[in-house]
C-alpha cells in the first residue's frame, strides 16, 4: 500500500468525490434508464403546461384517484394498482376513467389479495410498471388530483414514479377527508362514514377503480355545496382544505 503524501491525498479526493456522488444522488435522484419510446413519452408529459391556480371551479378537470398496494407501509409496500375517475365541473365523466394493474415480480401474501382482490395470475400479468405509470401521467395530463387519505396514495404512486421513472411526482392531491368537514362542519368521518352520510353506494370496496368512483362521487357533492358556498375557482378550494388540515393538526397537538 502507498502511504505517500500524494497517495494519501489522491486516496481523500477519492472518498470526498464518493461522497459528493452519494449526496447528489440522495438529494438529485438519477432518473431511471428508460428505453427511447419511453423516456420520449415522460418528456413529452414533463413539457405539458400546468393549470392555472386561479380556473374557476366549474371548467376545471379533477381527476379522483385511489391505489392498491401490497400493504400499508408507505415506505416499504408496492403499488400494485391505480383506479382514476375525472370529475369535470360537477359531472363526473365515465368515459373518462382509468384502471392499470402494475406487474409484480413477487406476488403480495394471501392476506393482503383477500382485501384488494387482485390475485397470483393479475400480478404477474400486470403491465410493465414504468409503462403503467406513463400510461397514468398521460390519462392525467397535468389536472388536479383528488384523494381521501390522500398521503397514502401521494406516497404510493410518488416512490413508484422515483423508481420506475426516475421522476419526482409533487404534485399534491386535494385531500378529501379534509375538505369534506369543511364544508360540512362536523367531526372528521371515515371514507364509509361520508358514503353513508351521503348515501353514496360502493359496488366494490378496496377495487382501485370503485373506490376512486365512489370517492369521485363524494366529490361531486362537495363540489356542489362550495358553489353554495360562494367558493369558485380551484385555489380557494385549495386554501380551504388547507386550512382545515391545519387546524386539524393544531387541535391534535392541543389535545
Known amino acids: 500500500r502507498d502511504f505517500s503524501p500524494g497517495a494519501q491525498a489522491a486516496n481523500a479526493l477519492g472518498v470526498g468525490l464518493r461522497l459528493v456522488n452519494w449526496l447528489a444522488d440522495l438529494i438529485f435522484p438519477r432518473r431511471a434508464a428508460l428505453a427511447p419510446n419511453l423516456a420520449q413519452s415522460l418528456n413529452e408529459w414533463i413539457a405539458l403546461p400546468e393549470p392555472d391556480a386561479h380556473e374557476a371551479l366549474a371548467q376545471a378537470r379533477w381527476v379522483v384517484v385511489d391505489v392498491e398496494s401490497s400493504g400499508l407501509d408507505m415506505r416499504r409496500d408496492r403499488l400494485i394498482s391505480i383506479g382514476a375517475v375525472a370529475v369535470q365541473g360537477e359531472t363526473i365523466s365515465f368515459a373518462d376513467s382509468f384502471d392499470i394493474v402494475l406487474k409484480q415480480d413477487a406476488v403480495s401474501p394471501t392476506d393482503n389479495i383477500l382485501v384488494h382482490g387482485i390475485g397470483n395470475a393479475a400480478q404477474r400479468e400486470g403491465a410493465p410498471p414504468a409503462e403503467a405509470l406513463l400510461r397514468f401521467l398521460h390519462y392525467l395530463g397535468k389536472s388536479r388530483l383528488v384523494a381521501y387519505h390522500a398521503a397514502f396514495d401521494e406516497?404510493?404512486?410518488?416512490?413508484?414514479?422515483?423508481?420506475?421513472?426516475?421522476?419526482?411526482?409533487?404534485?399534491?392531491?386535494?385531500?378529501?377527508?379534509?375538505?369534506?368537514?369543511?364544508?360540512?362542519?362536523?367531526?372528521?368521518?371515515?371514507?364509509?362514514?361520508?358514503?353513508?352520510?351521503?348515501?353514496?353506494?360502493?359496488?366494490?370496496?378496496?377495487?382501485?377503480?370503485?373506490?376512486?368512483?365512489?370517492?369521485?362521487?363524494?366529490?361531486?357533492?362537495?363540489?356542489?355545496?362550495?358553489?353554495?358556498?360562494?367558493?369558485?375557482?380551484?385555489?380557494?378550494?385549495?386554501?380551504?382544505?388547507?386550512?382545515?388540515?391545519?387546524?386539524?393538526?393544531?387541535?391534535?397537538?392541543?389535545?
Request: with cysteine; glycine share 2%; aromatic share 10%.
Open 155 to 255: 406516497a404510493m404512486i410518488g416512490r413508484a414514479m422515483q423508481t420506475y421513472l426516475g421522476l419526482k411526482f409533487k404534485r399534491h392531491a386535494l385531500d378529501l377527508a379534509y375538505l369534506a368537514p369543511a364544508l360540512f362542519p362536523s367531526k372528521q368521518r371515515s371514507l364509509d362514514d361520508w358514503l353513508t352520510h351521503f348515501g353514496i353506494p360502493t359496488f366494490a370496496r378496496h377495487n382501485a377503480l370503485s373506490d376512486a368512483y365512489s370517492t369521485a362521487q363524494l366529490f361531486q357533492v362537495s363540489l356542489k355545496q362550495a358553489s353554495l358556498q360562494r367558493l369558485q375557482t380551484c385555489v380557494q378550494l385549495n386554501h380551504l382544505e388547507r386550512a382545515f388540515y391545519e387546524l386539524s393538526r393544531m387541535e391534535s397537538s392541543a389535545s
